[in-house]
């Protein structure tokens, strides 16, 4: 059996997570792929988002993907989420299965500073996506690997469009509805309140014409 984990914060949770996803499952013949939103990512503040509702909007996003389950485990654990852990505790379950962990390019050249890498390494193997203006060396970071893990990464044949969670909640937190979000999630945004406006964007909106005020965004 083959499984795919894709973890991340996914805060919020955009189209091209979802296609990238759908395009590993059919490059790799992935049996299933199991999605792990983080409870607090290492290195990174505490989420202003629930993780409850980025697990949510994680359901509704992979709606329809057959292959695609979201899993609570990271949010269930609690504290700091390592990814050592995880791909563990799903080695643990699927002792016999294959597992593929993903990472985007950008990750792979500070994969050595993870914790545990090897441990990681010894559970799943790492499958990389890139994206468009990635300046990673897939063939430095390549001898790396196998002179420091003696482990090799799969470089997966789609590239992923600038899109960029950190921009979309910009845009949310001034009242405007940013590209590239599922239209599903951005109702489910809409109806539960997920990202408060800034104490800003009232006065901005009343001051500014759209243009303006999507200049002031980006």
């Known amino acids: 059996m ?3 984990i894709f973890g991340g914060s996914f805060n919020p949770v955009h189209v091209e997570h979802v296609r990238l996803a759908v395009a590993a499952i059919k ?6 792929l199991i999605v792990v939103p983080t409870f607090i990512t ?17 359901k509704i996003a992979f709606d329809g993907e057959k292959k695609a389950e979201i899993s609570d485990f990271e949010i269930k654990s ?5 990814t050592y852990l995880t791909v563990e505790h799903f080695k643990k379950e699927y002792p016999n299965g294959e597992l593929y962990f ?6 792979l050249k500070d994969f050595k500073t993870w914790k545990n890498p090897k441990r990681i390494l010894a559970a799943a193997k790492l499958a990389v996506f890139s994206r468009e203006g990635d300046d990673a060396d897939f063939v430095s970071e390549k001898d790396y690997f196998e002179k420091n893990f003696s ?13 960029s969670s950190t921009e979309a909640r910009v845009y949310l937190s001034l009242g405007l509805i940013p590209e590239g979000i599922p239209e599903k999630v951005i109702e ?7 990202y408060r ?22």
């Open 2 to 4: 083959k499984i795919g």
């Open 27 to 32: 490059e790799l013949s992935l049996d299933k």
């Open 42 to 58: 290492p290195n990174k503040t505490v989420a202003t988002v629930s993780p409850d509702d980025r697990f949510n909007m994680l």
């Open 78 to 82: 609690g504290g700091t989420s390592y």
């Open 102 to 107: 993903f990472v985007g390019g950008d990750m």
């Open 151 to 163: 482990s090799r990464f799969i470089k997966l044949s789609a590239v992923g469009k600038k899109i």
């Open 188 to 194: 489910y945004i809409k109806n539960n309140k997920v």
């Open 197 to 218: 406006e800034s104490e800003y964007a009232d006065f901005l909106k009343r001051n500014l014409t759209e243009s303006r005020l999507i200049h002031t965004a980006n």
